[in-house]
């Protein structure tokens, strides 16, 4: 018999304050802008890596929930924005999928491409769109390995029905990893 | 300004009574049962999905940490059984990565092959080596859709000095599938 850990994520207190959590985001660019800022107040606060994400009810355009990237902080390499987004929101709902019978359309919105645990992740999480910033191709820039995501991999999503556009105020995500690059942040997996 | 909630993440309390933590475990076999037994022992308790997994330490032999699926008690999908040892593991060593400077190598036994948010998971993790029991059909067979993997996946880790091992006590660990289907266990991504 042992001891097992007890695991306990929380977001940095700052995500219930810089964030409007009362607004509508109507929207590509508005949803977008929740996701960067989510980002880049984790690098400006040293609370994280330079990721952030947000999901959106498609119906109401309201914000479900927000995640910032807490690999470093937390010890924990699963602690992806995405991974903590999908938590998050699905503890907001109390359901393990944001997909079921009944419920809105939900929308992920992400700073930078997903990487290929995040986006086995999508399909998990029963968001019905994606959409990012950021690319892969950037995240390569500054030694992140996004991992082994491949033009297949998009078909094999978008074939269960989940849509993707990339490229959203794509500066502005971009921006964000060069400011935590320039500001010697852990590569956690270089 | 929100509330926003705190996730917490425990295994289910037979699993530090069910698993001997003190002996050594040294065959895949040996290593593989550890994973398996998390599996069977979520079904027959009705704690989560079929799916176990198992970190060891590849130099002193030593189990390190156990996951199951937490899935659907949890509600939360981005708890499969190799992500909640992932979490485990690094939360028992105080590590982002079980891969660091003067870290053992660790390796991940997992009752049934990685879905694409797993895999994806296991660069970040920091494990050298991934052996499983079922395989993706047999997860398929009983409707569990295991995501966007390909050959080229395992290719792209195989790179990165990741090896791979498949069918370790394959009767053992697709009895567990076959027994959470005929339960009439929740296929939570069907």
Known sequence: MTTLPEIRIALPSWASEVIDWDRKYESDEDRMRVAIT??????????????????????????????????????????????????????????????????????????????????????WSGVRRVVWSATRDDANRIAFDEGPVFAASYDYLRARGITFDGGVLHAEGKAVLELYAGRGGTIYNA
Chains 1, 2 share one sequence.
């Open 38 to 123: 989510c980002a880049r107040e984790n690098v400006l606060r040293d609370t994280g890596g330079p990721f952030g994400a947000a999901i959106f009810d498609a119906d109401t355009s309201r914000l479900v929930a927000v995640g910032v990237n807490l690999v470093v902080p937390l010890n924990n390499s699963s602690l992806h924005a995405e991974i903590v987004a999908f938590m998050m929101a699905q503890a907001a709902l109390g359901t393990y999928t944001l997909a079921g019978d009944g419920v809105a359309p939900h929308e992920l919105y992400t700073s930078c491409e997903p990487c290929a645990m995040c986006l086995g992740g999508v399909l």
